[in-house]
Nanobody, 122 residues
C-alpha cells in the first residue's frame, strides 16, 4: 500500500519561512507528478504547487515568487519551501502523488497524505 507522510508544518510569523516534506513509501517504482494542495477553513482545497517527474513545475499565482517546490526522485520525496509567508497562507497542506506505479506493477491514480497544519500568525 502506498502512503504519503508529510512533515514540517507548524506556527510561523508573517514574513517567516517553513519547509514541508512529503515522503512516499510502499515499494514504489515511479511517480508521475507530486504536489502540494492546501485547504483553509471554509474554503475549497486548492493547488499550491506541482512538479512532474521531469521537474516541470507550476504554482498558484498567490505563491509565485515565494514558494518553491522540489523533489528527490531517488527518495520519492517532495519538498515545499515557503518564504515570505502571509497570514492567508494559513491552511492544512496536503501532499499528493499522481500516477504512482509500484514494483509489483500496482497503479494508483491519486494518493493523498493526511495533511499538516501551517499557521501564519504573530
Amino acid at each position: 500500500q502506498v502512503q504519503l507522510v508529510e512533515s514540517g508544518g507548524g506556527l510561523v510569523q508573517p514574513g517567516g519561512s517553513l519547509r514541508l516534506s512529503c515522503a512516499a513509501s510502499g515499494n514504489i517504482f515511479s511517480i508521475n507528478a507530486m504536489g502540494w494542495y492546501r485547504q483553509a477553513p471554509g474554503k475549497q482545497r486548492e493547488l499550491v504547487a506541482r512538479i512532474t517527474s521531469g521537474t516541470s513545475t507550476n504554482y498558484a499565482d498567490s505563491v509565485k515568487g515565494r514558494f518553491a517546490i522540489s523533489r528527490d526522485n531517488a527518495k520519492n520525496t517532495v519538498y515545499l519551501q515557503m518564504n515570505r509567508m502571509k497570514p492567508e497562507d494559513t491552511a492544512v497542506y496536503y501532499c499528493n502523488a499522481n500516477g504512482v506505479v509500484t514494483i509489483g506493477l500496482h497503479r494508483y491514480r491519486e494518493v493523498w497524505g493526511q495533511g499538516t497544519l501551517v499557521t501564519v500568525s504573530s
